[in-house]
């Protein structure tokens, strides 16, 4: 069974920039996709980016474009998202998660990591 852990959130600065790291235990196929969401207080969790785990394709969303990058490190099973420009608005909780579509179907979740953007 795979288990996801993130890491690397914390309280930043509007402006900064902030990597956060997925690491997965247990062995990740080429059919699977690892997954970035965020999930804002009060709000929907939301599709931020995702990456295939044998291929270079990305998907990023579009409100994210230009921000953030999705990277991965298949020696060491871990997915990279690197959020540059921070703004107030991207405070959440961030989840990676696994699955076999980029943007949905996802059945395997970590339990999240909180990033707090302040001014």
């Known amino acids: 069974q795979v288990q996801l852990v993130e890491s690397g959130g914390g309280m930043v600065q509007a402006g900064d920039s902030l990597t956060l790291s997925c690491v997965a235990s247990g062995r990740m196929y080429s059919s699977h996709v690892v997954g970035w969401f965020r999930q804002a207080p009060g709000k929907e969790r939301e599709f931020v980016a995702s990456i295939r785990w044998n291929d270079p394709r990305k998907y990023y969303a579009d409100s994210m474009k230009g921000r953030v990058t999705i990277s991965r490190d298949n020696a060491k099973n871990t997915v990279y998202l690197q959020m540059n420009r921070l703004q107030l608005e991207d405070t959440g909780v961030y989840f990676c998660?696994?699955?076999?579509?980029?943007?949905?179907?996802?059945?395997?979740w970590g339990q999240g990591t909180q990033v707090t953007v302040s001014s």
């Open positions: 998660a696994r699955g076999t579509s980029p943007y949905d179907d996802y059945r395997v």
